[in-house]
């Protein structure tokens, strides 16, 4: 089995990143990082560069746990893509970073983290950063 994370390079991304690091121990499963752009472009502050990811591969890899770690550049929603992956992956636990916002902006942008809990078909870890 696989657990997927929702990858940002924030502290809410970290967050999620360890707890995902700790339930893999746990469960004896590996992880799927997952860190995805909002358009068709990798112009987005969501998106992790080159040296954000090595530093996220290295703590993997010191970690000890079976890992792959994917960009997705579609123009899909990334709360859809994250959920569709862990469709397709069969995975056991999707686990994403929350951050807090006001009522007005959710009301704006809607929330990512609502969209996945509430269309995941297995069960969503969702984490606070410190």
Same mark, same amino acid.
């Given at each position: 089995?696989?657990?997927?994370?929702?990858?940002? +390079?924030? +502290?809410?991304?970290?967050?999620?990143?360890? !707890?995902?690091?700790?339930? /893999?121990?746990?469960?004896?499963?590996?992880?799927?990082? *997952?860190?995805?752009?909002?358009?068709?472009?990798?112009?987005? &502050?969501? =998106?992790? &560069?080159?040296?954000?990811?090595? /530093?996220?591969?290295?703590?993997?890899?010191?970690?000890?746990?079976?890992?792959?770690?994917?960009?997705?550049?579609?123009?899909?929603? +990334?709360?859809?893509?994250?959920?569709?992956? /862990?469709?397709?992956?069969? !995975?056991?636990?999707? *686990?994403?970073? =929350?951050?807090?916002?006001?009522?007005?902006?959710? =009301?704006?942008?809607?929330?990512? /983290?609502?969209?996945?809990?509430?269309?995941? &078909?297995? +069960?969503?870890?969702?984490?606070?950063?410190?």
């Amino acid at each position: 089995m696989t657990i997927v994370v929702g990858y940002v +390079p924030t +502290p809410q991304g970290d967050a999620a990143l360890t !707890a995902a690091i700790n339930e /893999a121990h746990l469960r004896k499963e590996g992880l799927h990082i *997952v860190n995805t752009s909002r358009g068709n472009a990798p112009v987005d &502050n969501r =998106l992790a &560069n080159e040296e954000q990811l090595a /530093a996220v591969r290295q703590r993997l890899e010191t970690s000890g746990i079976a890992f792959e770690i994917e960009q997705k550049f579609k123009g899909d929603d +990334p709360s859809d893509q994250l959920v569709d992956l /862990a469709d397709e992956l069969e !995975a056991s636990l999707i *686990v994403i970073g =929350l951050r807090r916002r006001s009522a007005t902006g959710k =009301l704006i942008t809607g929330s990512q /983290a609502q969209r996945i809990l509430l269309d995941a &078909n297995c +069960p969503v870890l969702a984490v606070k950063a410190d």
